[in-house]
Nanobody, 123 residues
Framework: QLQLVESGGGLVQPGGSLRLSCAAS????????IGWFRQAPGKEREGVSC????????YVVDSMKGRFTISRDNAKNTVYLQMNSLKPEDTAIYYC????????????????WGQGTQVTVSS
C-alpha cells in the first residue's frame, strides 16, 4: 500500500531554513514523480516542486526558485524539500504527493497524498 509521511515542519523566524522530508513506503521512488504542495489558510493548494528520479529531473515553481531545493535519497526512499530564506508568506501546510508518471505541479494530477506538515514563519 502506497504511503507518504511528511515531517520536518515547525516554527522558524523569517530568513531561517527548514528541511522537509517525505518518506515513502509501499513503492520505490524510481517509478514515481513526487511533488511538494502547500496550502495557506484560506487559499488554494499550490504546487511548489517536483522530482522524478528515473528522469533525473527536478522542478521548482518560479516564485520559489533560488530558495527551495528538492532532492531525494533512494536508500531511504525519501524526498526532501530544503527551504531557505523563509518568508512569512511561506507559512502553510506542506504536503507531498505521488503519481506514477512525469512531474507536475498541478494538484489534480496527484492521487496519493501525505497528511501534511505545518510550516510557520514568524518572528
Amino acid at each position: 500500500q502506497l504511503q507518504l509521511v511528511e515531517s520536518g515542519g515547525g516554527l522558524v523566524q523569517p530568513g531561517g531554513s527548514l528541511r522537509l522530508s517525505c518518506a515513502a513506503s509501499g513503492f520505490t521512488l524510481d517509478n514515481y514523480a513526487i511533488g511538494w504542495f502547500r496550502q495557506a489558510p484560506g487559499k488554494e493548494r499550490e504546487g511548489v516542486s517536483c522530482i522524478r528520479s528515473s528522469e533525473g529531473r527536478t522542478y521548482v515553481v518560479d516564485s520559489m526558485k533560488g530558495r527551495f531545493t528538492i532532492s531525494r535519497d533512494n536508500a531511504k526512499n525519501t524526498v526532501y524539500l530544503q527551504m531557505n530564506s523563509l518568508k512569512p508568506e511561506d507559512t502553510a501546510i506542506y504536503y507531498c504527493a505521488a503519481r506514477g508518471y512525469r512531474c507536475s505541479t498541478s494538484r489534480a494530477d496527484f492521487a496519493s497524498w501525505g497528511q501534511g506538515t505545518q510550516v510557520t514563519v514568524s518572528s
